[in-house]
């Protein structure tokens, strides 16, 4: 076969037709081969010398044709047509041999089924004399589903013997062709699955779908399992681990401590307290991105609002009383929380309990606290409160300045403390005493925090209790305040709860002692 380069250097020769004179040109466009007219030859092209197939579905087909062309100027007999390579490539079966005509053209199919990273080609043999056998270079990709979990764990923490807990986690298909997921299962003691599409499901790449799982653990100890997912992924079953551990037996004593709701309060007047030291510069810009959340609480449920920001040891506020009238509350938010610091930087609860002690008459934080608005605080923290002698001085300041206030506090977890906070002790303690809300400094998402915050402004004084696990049968003892009470209450067992003959006044501290149940039923 003539090369394409020299093909385009060929003359024809000259043709005179009548008085007019033809130059001869290159005849790639030409079906007879014209160079030389005594022989009489045949001369094999193909229209294509290689083929990339792309990405491919794994297992699945795709066909591309390839086309033999006769340049010369006798028949070309086409003998084999042989596919090489790594097996992924077939030929669709012809009649050989064939003869193709001069001037005329033949075509065969290629079909590539996707397996991996792929690559062959189809040799063509011919009668050509020049070129007997000529080729097509082949390439081709599989595309494979691939299933991760979004987080890549389901994670409960601890969770009480006989109580439950639930987590939340996307499936998602990272790969590059269609996922179809055909069964999920779960394993482990305790474990169960809560919701998940049905099945089969099939997810395009990048597309994700939600389970939720559950786990009520019938001992103490390690609880964990693993949801095993079913599908098209090569690697067929995949694991997603579940970590979890139960705590208590039956003999194991509970201390539940509740605060009767005194609302619905008209409005809220909330102090926070940010801890100013460099390792909660993340901390106090997520709580700036989420201050919004908070605001959008309290008015979904209608309480008129006003916070300050505070760090310094007067107590003052950083940025002014922030209210719900004000068009730059969020701006104003921001810019408080990044101010002084001095003795009490580590020591949130007694700058809280000076930004209450300054709120009367002739204080920096005059009209900080209203008549029938519900005191709040809101510590932020990465370490324990270092309040002397005990964070119990402070606390019972707070209430005697501002009655019925609630400290909330987004700290480390006890007792353990979390990756980047120590445990939150004092902080807690505080926050359990008053009734508050507490929750990790190290979660991301502190959602939960702001809308609890609206909650305890808006919730009705109760005569129900729930408790967290079953109790043994008569385990229970109700302190109301701090003084034991025998009357006036039973337990339900239906609702898992104390129940109180009237509702208890509002703001009393409610403690119920019991021993866990070792009947789960």
């Not at 062309?69 to 007999?77: D, E, K, P, S």
């Not at 011919?126 to 390439?139: K, N």
């Amino acid at each position: 076969m003539t090369p394409p380069s020299h093909r385009a250097s060929k003359l024809l020769g000259v043709l005179v037709v009548g008085s007019l004179t033809l130059v001869g040109c290159d005849r790639d466009d030409g079906l007879v081969k014209q160079d030389d007219r005594n022989s009489s030859e045949p001369d094999i092209t193909l229209d294509v010398w290689s083929i990339d197939f792309g990405s491919v579905p794994l297992g699945d087909s795709a066909t591309r044709t390839v086309t033999v062309l006769n340049r010369g100027n006798a028949a070309l007999t086409v003998n084999r047509v042989t596919p090489e390579g790594t097996g992924a490539f077939t030929v669709v079966e012809s009649s050989l041999p064939i003869q193709v005509g001069a001037g005329s053209e033949w075509t065969f199919e290629v079909v590539y089924t996707a397996a991996g990273i792929d690559t062959g080609r189809v040799e063509v043999g011919s009668s050509d004399p020049d070129s007997p056998a000529v080729s097509v270079e082949l390439d081709g990709q599989a595309a494979y589903p691939h299933v991760e979990a979004d987080p890549s764990e389901f994670d409960v923490g601890k969770v009480v013997r006989c109580g439950e807990e639930t987590d939340t986690a996307d499936l998602v298909n990272v790969g590059e062709a269609p996922l179809t997921i055909t069964e999920l299962d779960a394993v482990g003691s305790g474990w169960s699955i809560l919701s998940a599409p049905e099945l089969p499901i099939t997810l395009a790449p990048n597309d994700r779908t939600p389970v939720e799982m559950r786990f009520s653990p019938l001992a103490d100890g390690d609880a964990p399992g693993a949801l095993w997912v079913t599908s098209n992924d090569p690697r067929e079953l995949v694991e997603v681990p579940l970590v979890a551990r139960g705590e208590g037996y039956a003999i194991d004593e509970r201390a539940e401590i509740h605060v009767q709701p005194s609302g619905p309060y008209d409005g809220v007047d909330i102090v926070f307290f940010i801890d100013q030291s460099s390792s909660m510069d993340t901390e106090r810009r997520l709580l700036g991105e989420r201050f919004h959340l908070l605001v959008d609480s309290l008015d979904e449920v209608g309480i008129d609002w006003q916070a300050a920001v505070v760090s310094g040891d007067d107590g003052c506020t950083n940025s002014g009383i922030i209210t719900q009238g004000d068009s730059s509350a969020v701006t104003r938010f921001i810019d408080g929380l990044t101010g002084d610091w001095g003795w009490f930087a580590e020591s949130g609860l007694t700058v809280s309990s000076m930004a209450l002690a300054a709120a009367g008459p002739g204080g920096c934080n005059e009209g900080l606290l209203r008549d029938e608005a519900l005191p709040l605080v809101v510590i932020v923290a990465d370490e324990q409160d270092h309040s002397e002698p005990n964070w119990q001085a402070p606390m019972l300041a707070m209430a005697e300045t501002a009655p019925g206030v609630v400290v909330n506090a987004v700290v480390g977890p006890v007792p353990d403390g979390c990756d980047a906070a120590d445990p939150g002790y004092g902080y807690v303690d505080a926050t359990e005493w008053s009734g508050g809300v507490t929750e990790s400094v190290c979660d991301p998402d502190w959602s939960d925090v702001f809308e609890d915050l609206g909650s305890l402004a808006a919730d009705e004084p109760t005569d129900t209790f729930p408790l967290e696990a079953p109790p043994e049968d008569d385990s229970i003892e109700v302190l109301v305040d701090g003084e034991t009470t025998t009357e006036g209450w039973s337990y339900d067992a239906d609702q898992q709860a104390v129940v109180f003959d009237e509702d208890p006044e509002g703001g009393v501290i409610i403690e119920i002692r019991y021993v866990i149940s070792s009947d789960c039923g």
